[in-house]
C-alpha cells in the first residue's frame, strides 16, 4: 500500500514531522535504524516539556504518542536507497523488504567527527560536550575549555564565559585577530596556542588537559564543534543541493523545508545551521506541514 509520506529518521525531527500529518489522518510510515546524533548524550536539555530527560526516554515517549494514531507504522531499519518513480518514491530498507510513498521527508541527522586527540571519543557527550545551551548548566563553575576546530570555536569561545573560567585552546591553527582577541580579553578567555594531546581524568571525568610540550592545565570540561557530515547518502544520491554551515554542509530547502529535489523535504539537522533539539522538532513541524501542503493541492 502507498504511504501518503515517508520519514526516514525517527528522532527529534522526524517524530515531529509525523505528528503534524497523522493528526492530519495522512498515512505515515516512519523508518528509524536507531543511531540517533545524540545517543552518546546521557540527558537531554532546553527542550519544552522534557528538561533532563535521556534522549532513549524521549524517544520511547514520543513513538509512545505517535503509535496512539491509527495511519502510522514504525518500522526498526536502516534505509538502503531511495528511487524517484512517476508516482511518488520507492524506499528500500535492509530487511529486503520495499516502501512507497507520494512525499519523502529525510531526518537523517549528521555524523559529528571529533579532532583526533587521545581521550575525547570515550566522554563525547558527557564531560567533552559542543553546546553550552544544552551541557553547559551541568559543567557549571569549573575551569573550561575550547577546543578549536574552525573559526566558529572562536565565536564559542566568547560565550562560555558566562559557565566558567574559560581557556582557549587555538591548537596553534585558529587563531583570533586583533578584535577578536580584544573582545575575548575583556570576557576573561585565557589563551593557549599549545596543541592538546590527551584529555586525561578518571572515567568519563576531565581533570586536565595534556598539551604537546608536556605541560598539563586543570581543566574540568570541554567545548568542541566537531566536523560535521550527512549522516546518510540519501540526500546526495537524490540529487539535493547543499550549502556549507558553519561546520559542514546542509541540505538546502525552502520555508516548507522542500529540498531541490520536488516532493523531498529534509528537517532537522541536516537542513538546520544552528542546531539543537528544539530546532529540529520546529524543521520537522514545518517539513510535515510543507508534504500535507502539496498532498492537498495534487488532490489525488
Not at 525531527?13 to 495522512?26: E, H, P, T, Y
Not at 522534557?50 to 496512539?68: E, F, N, R, V, Y
Not at 528544539?278 to 508534504?291: D, L, P, Q, R
Request: proline letters at 4%; charged letters at 20%; glycine letters at 12%.
Amino acid at each position: 500500500m502507498q504511504q501518503d509520506v515517508i520519514i526516514i529518521g525517527g528522532s527529534f525531527a522526524g517524530i515531529s514531522a509525523a505528528m503534524q500529518l497523522v493528526r492530519a489522518q495522512r498515512k505515515v510510515t516512519v523508518v528509524d535504524g536507531g543511531k540517533p546524533r545524540n545517543r552518546f548524550a546521557e540527558h537531554s536539555h532546553g527542550f519544552f516539556g522534557l528538561d533532563g530527560h535521556s534522549p532513549k526516554a524521549i524517544k520511547q515517549k514520543t513513538w509512545q504518542q505517535l503509535l496512539a494514531y491509527n495511519t502510522v507504522n514504525i518500522v526498526e531499519a536502516e534505509v538502503t536507497g531511495v528511487v524517484k518513480v512517476n508516482d511518488g518514491f520507492t524506499v528500500k530498507i535492509n530487511n529486503q523488504s520495499e516502501l512507497s510513498c507520494k512525499k519523502l521527508i529525510i531526518a537523517t541527522g549528521l555524523k559529528d567527527v571529533l579532532p583526533d586527540i587521545k581521550g575525547i571519543k570515550s566522554r563525547w557527550g558527557k564531560t567533552v560536550v559542543h553546546c553550552p545551551y544544552c551541557h553547559g548548566y551541568e559543567l557549571r563553575n569549573r575551569e573550561l575549555g575550547v577546543i578549536a576546530t574552525s573559526q566558529m570555536s572562536l565565536h564559542q569561545a566568547g560565550m562560555t564565559p558566562d559557565w566558567g573560567v574559560t581557556t582557549y585552546f587555538s591548537q596553534g591553527e585558529y587563531l583570533p585577530d586583533a578584535e577578536q582577541k580584544i573582545f575575548l580579553q575583556q570576557r576573561g578567555v585565557i589563551f593557549e596556542d599549545t596543541p592538546i594531546v590527551e584529555i586525561l581524568g578518571d572515567g568519563v571525568d576531565v581533570s586536565s588537559v595534556k598539551l604537546a610540550d608536556g605541560r598539563l592545565i586543570k581543566i574540568g570540561g570541554l567545548y568542541v564543534g566537531p566536523k560535521t557530515f550527512m549522516a546518510s547518502p540519501i540526500p546526495e544520491t537524490l540529487g539535493c543541493d547543499f550549502s556549507e554551515g558553519p561546520l559542514g554542509a546542509v541540505v538546502v530547502t525552502d520555508d516548507f523545508k522542500q529540498t531541490t529535489i520536488a516532493g523531498v523535504f529534509a528537517a532537522g539537522d541536516i537542513a538546520n545551521p544552528m542546531q539543537n533539539a528544539t530546532f529540529a522538532s520546529a524543521s520537522g513541524v514545518m517539513a510535515g506541514v510543507g508534504a500535507h501542503h502539496q498532498l492537498i493541492q495534487e488532490l489525488r
